[in-house]
C-alpha cells in the first residue's frame, strides 16, 4: 500500500478536508502557477484525452477533480451534449464556473460540489469519466474507482491523465530535481500556502503509477486497460474501458 501523504503535517483534519482545504487556499493561483510549473505542456496533454475522446464520440462526460474546469471545457471539442464538471472544493469550482460562463458554455458544462469517492449520481449514469492531475488525491483511490465504475455506463471509457515518474536517466534525476527544488520554490513564492506545492509533488512521487496502476483499474473491474506514458515519463494517460454486460 502506498504512504499517504497529506498537505498539512501537523493538521488533525482527514486527507478529504485537508485537500479541500488546500485547493481552496490556492485557486485563486492555481491556473497560472500550473502553466509555470508545468511549462505549458499539461496543456499538450489534455488535448490528447480529448482526441482520445472525441473518437468515442460520447454524449455524457463527468470530469471529476474538475478543478477550475479545463478540461471539462477541453471536452466542448468531443462533441458531448452534457458535461458535469464535480470537484470538491468550492473556491476551485467558483473560479471554473466563471471561465464557463465567459466562454458561454452553461448550457453544457455545469459544475457542482461533490465528493470522488460518494458521487450524487445513479448507476451507469455517463458515457465516459475523466480525472486530470485529481486521482492522487483521493483519500481512498480503490473506493473512488468503484464509484467511478458504478456510474459509467456499460462500454463506456474511463480516462486518467496523471503524473507518473520517469525511469530512464537523465530525465528521472531531472524529474526529482525539479520536483524536490524547483516547483516547492516557485509554489511558496507565488502561493500564499507554503504547504500546497510541496504536497503535490510528494503524492505524485507515491501514486502507484503505471503496470501498479493498470492492475488497480483490472481489479475493480474494467478492461482494456492501457496506459499511455507521455513527455518521457513524466505522466501518463490510462484508458479503461466498462465491461458491456455490466448492468
Avoid at 488497480?216 to 505522466?235: D, H, R, Y
Wanted: glycine content about 8%; some cysteine.
Amino acid at each position: 500500500m502506498a504512504k499517504k501523504v497529506t498537505p498539512y503535517k501537523d493538521s488533525s483534519l482527514g486527507k478529504k478536508e485537508q485537500v479541500t482545504q488546500m485547493f481552496d487556499n490556492i485557486s485563486k493561483n492555481y491556473d497560472g502557477l500550473n502553466r509555470v510549473i508545468s511549462f505549458g505542456i499539461d496543456i499538450k496533454w489534455r488535448k490528447r484525452v480529448v482526441a482520445i475522446l472525441k473518437k468515442k464520440q460520447p454524449t455524457s462526460i463527468l470530469d471529476i477533480a474538475t478543478g477550475t474546469g479545463d478540461l471539462a471545457i477541453n471536452m466542448i471539442a468531443t462533441g458531448a451534449k452534457k458535461i458535469v464538471g464535480l470537484d470538491i472544493s468550492p473556491g476551485m469550482l467558483e473560479v471554473g464556473r466563471k471561465k464557463v460562463h465567459e466562454k458561454k458554455l452553461d448550457p453544457i458544462i455545469e459544475m457542482v460540489v461533490g465528493d470522488s469517492e460518494d458521487l450524487p449520481f445513479s448507476e451507469n449514469s455517463f458515457d465516459a469519466v475523466t480525472v486530470a492531475f485529481g486521482v492522487r488525491n483521493f483519500e481512498t483511490l480503490e473506493k473512488g474507482l468503484a464509484e467511478i465504475y458504478r456510474v459509467l455506463k456499460p462500454g463506456g471509457t474511463f480516462v486518467v491523465l496523471e503524473t507518473s515518474v520517469p525511469t530512464k536517466s537523465p530525465f528521472k534525476q531531472g524529474y526529482h530535481f525539479h520536483c524536490n527544488y524547483i516547483l516547492p520554490i516557485v509554489g511558496r513564492l507565488f502561493s500564499k500556502d507554503r504547504s500546497a506545492y510541496t504536497y503535490l509533488s510528494e503524492s505524485a512521487a507515491v501514486f502507484p503509477h503505471g503496470e501498479n496502476f493498470n492492475n488497480i483499474l483490472s481489479k475493480i473491474g474494467f478492461i482494456e486497460v492501457e496506459n499511455k506514458p507521455q513527455t518521457f515519463g513524466v505522466a501518463s494517460i490510462y484508458v479503461a474501458t466498462k465491461a458491456h454486460n455490466e448492468q
